[in-house]
């Protein structure tokens, strides 16, 4: 595994320091006045270290190369512009080398390393007279990240190591893959010290106890369905229903009213955000927040007047998924020809949209629009949200609904319900799979979900996310007067199985690590 260690042993103090995170949130001192023997003295000084586990290059790498591809064009919900690895990835033909697959490999344990160096200071160097609830606080911040990325990582490849402490990856280079439902345990274990540790409030793009509880509920809602045939482990179920309940009962927190503004610069870390990454203007390639890459506009809408490079935009099988009357939630996900959006270009009397279609979320705008000068192509000021509070929401109802063919349950109604309305739509009277299904499609579109719940639902329906798979109509179109145009495909489709629900690992890595190769062990 010496591929792997390579890139996670050059973790030590400086990466905490140096990760790329707005002024407000992270106040840095010089580099020259930190090191290891004075650093994590104060509470202060835990805050800091803390601070950088939240944006910097690996999640920038993430958040470029794997979070559209992965949750969005693997899923079937966009067409992206030809790019070798990505057709792969809407063709279901992934290889060990696969580099979009690959980077989220190595950028996940990146981070992972990034909160273990982190967690491992907090221990051993922080001084008695930190007060521990702060101290618990710090460690509580690094294990949320870290049970966050080791949920993702199950997700995307079931059994995969489980690292606890790079410094012993020095001693013992290779290592086992630890069983998938391991993998989510010690994602729960970090989850729950989270919850437990976490504040209620904090500031604006800090992660709360209820970020955590959020997350406990997505992870007890997918392991509830995991190994199961058919229907869903009912304990489990009632840990998700618990959590998520609390979020959306006890936390005080609303959805923003207006669900276009969620994906503006100006709503930043809004109450809606449970957890969101903090990129900051300036940055280099894979430094910061890239997504404006994808744009399929021009210069008049791009950071310092340099155009997206390849667009993306929905599929026929996502767009078709969009009623007449779903129009706040489709013109504030993927544009349309005609679309006019005053926020960007807003010197210039906004924008008006002349392509066929394209993304839309994520596309900010330019450096006027944002009153941010030194922002560019690589670094937009979007803090995009990866756990938000409609998807809580809509977690719950699915947990209330649980094994059951349908609900008409007044809680899992009124969360529902709640996503429905802010979009204009009338609320539902009953809540089934399906309707869940696509709600949680059409409102988390754009936003890396769709493949995790097409996951969780093959882990006890496998047949029934294959047909999902093998019905979507995966190619881009063009619309004009109310009239779809396929396009042809990038290429054929491999069928799906069960199998196409796991990743393969990385050829690069087996070659290091033959043991990743050997059947899973245990972990507990």
Known sequence: MKTLIKKLLY?????????????????????????????????????????????????????????????????????????????????????????????????????????????????????????????????????????????NLAVLWGAVPIIEDNSKLVVTPLVNRVKTEHVYQFAINDLRFAAEHLPVTDVAGRVTTWSAQGMLAKA????????????????????????????????????????????????????????????????????????????????????????????????????????????????????LKGDHYPELNAAGGGFTFTGDNALKKHIIGTNKDNNAPTMNLFSSIEHNALLRLADVYLIYAESILGNNTNTTDGEALLYFNKVRERAGLAPATKVNADSLMIERRIELAGEGHYWTDLVRLSYYNSKKAISILVGEKRVPFSYTDGVITEKDPWGPITPPTVNTFTFPLPSSEITANPKLLEAPVSYY
């Open 11 to 151: 973790c030590q103090i400086m990466i905490i320091v140096l990760a790329g995170c707005s002024k407000s949130f992270l106040d840095r001192p010089p580099l020259s006045q930190i090191s290891a023997d004075n650093f994590y003295q104060s509470s202060n000084d835990l805050r800091l270290a803390t601070a950088a586990l939240y944006a910097g290059t690996p999640w920038g790498e993430w958040n470029y190369s794997c979070y559209l591809p992965i949750g969005d064009v693997l899923s079937g919900n966009m067409s992206v512009g030809y790019w070798r690895d990505a057709v792969q990835l809407n063709t279901f033909a992934i290889t060990g080398a696969n580099e979009i697959m690959v980077a989220n490999w190595r950028a996940f344990y990146k981070v992972v390393a990034h909160c273990n160096v982190t967690i491992k200071a907090i221990e051993e160097k922080t001084p008695d007279s930190v007060p521990l609830l702060n101290k618990n606080a710090a460690i509580a911040e690094a294990r949320f990240i870290r049970g966050f990325i080791y949920y």
């Open 220 to 335: 007890y809602l997918t392991i509830a369905g995991l190994n199961q045939n058919g229907s869903r482990n009912t304990a489990l179920l009632d840990s998700a229903k618990k959590y998520a309940g609390n979020v959306c009962k006890n936390s005080g927190l609303a959805l923003l009213p207006n669900y276009a503004n969620l994906f503006k610069a100006q709503f930043n870390d809004n109450p809606e955000s449970l957890f969101a990454l903090q990129w900051a203007p300036g940055g280099g390639w894979l430094e910061g927040n890239m997504l404006q890459i994808y744009s399929s506009g021009g210069t008049e809408i791009s950071p310092n007047g340099t155009a997206g490079w390849f667009g993306i935009g929905p599929t026929v099988d996502m767009f078709r998924l969009y009623t007449l009357k779903d129009s706040i939630r489709r013109k504030a996900t993927f544009m």
